[in-house]
């Protein structure tokens, strides 16, 4: 069970997109509808902002989406906004009730 | 509301054993499809779960760290322990309780640090 692999750090001006990939392999990312992710602001709790790939929480703003092809999971950040600097993480069901989260990506609003 | 809260030591010596506690509220172990959980993150480096214990008493742990975890349960306190054997440096961390509702982990505690060091 290995860490998903997610690019170190992307980054973007207001108003434009980023998207963020996700790879893991068959037996987690392409095996699953599980993926959720992640946003977490240095000295505070993650917060949950996509689950089951593509879904929403009351809440979170919809410039955030999520999707998945094969092995591979995306978050996407439309319409960029200073407050969306922060680390996102990935996670994806590995099977046997067991998880595992991406290494991690830091993004950086211009 | 629904809220979990660390609490364990801020410092353990290489090899000693490891206990934290996470005391939740405002939701119940018991409900089907309910999880409490460990997940950590080093000083500049990534989220990793640990543990989960389920509604079911059904116990799950990182294939790397399994050797060392153990997940507990203290129901009438609603606390659930985790006890991590043989500390060294590398687990130094930020250790953050989490619950898992539908293959997500919908709430979070705030962390407690950890630092490994004689």
């Known amino acids: 069970q290995s860490a998903l692999t997610q690019p170190r750090s992307v980054s973007g001006s207001p108003g434009q997109s980023v998207t963020i990939s996700c790879t893991g392999t068959s037996s987690d990312v392409g095996g699953y509808n599980y993926v959720s992710w992640y946003q977490h602001h240095p000295g505070k709790a993650p917060k949950l902002m996509i689950y089951?790939?593509?879904e929403r929480p009351s809440g979170v703003p919809d410039r955030f989406s999520g999707s998945k092809s094969g092995n591979t999971a995306s978050l996407t950040i439309s319409g960029l906004q200073a407050e969306d600097e922060a680390d996102y993480y990935c996670?994806?069901?590995?099977?046997?009730?067991?998880?595992?989260f991406g290494t991690g990506t830091t993004v950086t609003v211009l | 509301q629904i809220t979990l809260k660390e609490s364990g030591p801020t410092l353990v010596k290489p090899t000693q054993t490891l206990t934290l506690t996470c005391t939740f509220s405002?939701?119940?172990?018991?409900?089907?499809?309910?999880?409490v959980g460990w997940v950590r993150q080093p000083p500049g480096k990534a989220l990793e779960w640990l543990a989960l214990?389920?509604?079911?008493?059904?116990?799950r742990y990182s294939p790397s760290l399994k050797s060392r975890l153990t997940i507990t349960k203290d129901t009438s306190k609603n606390q659930v322990i985790l006890t991590m054997t043989n500390m060294d440096p590398v687990d130094t961390a930020t250790y953050y309780c989490v619950r898992r509702r539908s293959n997500v982990f919908d709430v979070w505690g705030q962390g407690t640090m950890v630092t490994v060091s004689s």
């Open positions: 405002g939701f119940s172990l018991t409900t089907s499809g309910v999880g």
């Open positions: 214990l389920y509604w079911d008493d059904d116990e």
């Open positions: 996670c994806s069901y590995a099977g046997s009730y067991t998880y595992v």
């Open positions: 089951d790939v593509s």
